[in-house]
């Protein structure tokens, strides 16, 4: 089970969208830190001081307009997640953040969250589907980590 340490003004909007994630993400704890408190993360070195959680099965949700990096979140096999939240976002956009975050602590060979396209080209009809532009970007997102969710054991 995850354990998440939540940074934000508005923690019940994020412990929503993590309990609308699918399992095996959707049961977790978690721990409200004050603002600017940096929980179990370390600012990366090679990130521009982004917060980096090395912890196992452990996320850091921060609220911030973080003004060093283009980057929203950062994750380690096998280890923790980070993910930012801003303003701007939706809670679509944060709930798909946070699951592709999630997503890359229990990557297996070959199942990439980053992979989208590798993904979609393989298969006729999600390319025809595709290249006919009526699914939207988070819609296509939602489909591949569906996917990739479904090969976690
Ligand atoms: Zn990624």
């Given at each position: 089970?995850?354990?998440?340490?939540?940074?934000?003004?508005?923690?019940?909007?994020?412990?929503?969208?993590?309990?609308?994630?699918?399992?095996?993400?959707?049961?977790?704890?978690?721990?409200?830190?004050?603002?600017?408190?940096?929980?179990?993360?370390?600012?990366?070195?090679?990130?521009?001081?982004?917060?980096?959680?090395?912890?196992?099965?452990?996320?850091?949700?921060?609220?911030?307009?973080?003004?060093?990096?283009?980057?929203?979140?950062?994750?380690?096999?096998?280890?923790?997640?980070?993910?930012?939240?801003?303003?701007?976002d939706t809670d679509e956009t944060i709930?798909?953040?946070?699951?592709?975050?999630?997503?890359?602590?229990?990557?297996?060979?070959?199942?990439?969250?980053?992979?989208?396209?590798?993904?979609?080209?393989?298969?006729?009809?999600?390319?025809?589907?595709?290249?006919?532009?009526?699914?939207?970007?988070?819609?296509?997102?939602?489909?591949?980590?569906?996917?990739?969710?479904?090969?976690?054991?």
């Amino acid at each position: 089970m995850f354990r998440h340490y939540i940074e934000c003004q508005d923690p019940g909007r994020i412990i929503s969208l993590l309990k609308n994630l699918p399992a095996p993400f959707s049961s977790f704890s978690y721990t409200l830190l004050p603002q600017y408190d940096l929980g179990p993360t370390t600012p990366s070195d090679q990130y521009g001081g982004f917060p980096e959680c090395q912890l196992h099965k452990t996320g850091y949700i921060f609220f911030r307009n973080f003004p060093t990096t283009a980057i929203r979140g950062l994750a380690f096999p096998g280890g923790g997640l980070s993910v930012m939240i801003t303003p701007a976002d939706t809670d679509e956009t944060i709930r798909l953040r946070i699951w592709h975050e999630l997503l890359h602590t229990v990557q297996q060979p070959g199942q990439n969250p980053d992979d989208m396209d590798a993904w979609i080209n393989d298969n006729l009809f999600r390319r025809i589907v595709r290249w006919l532009g009526i699914l939207s970007e988070e819609t296509w997102q939602r489909l591949y980590y569906d996917y990739l969710t479904g090969l976690i054991e």
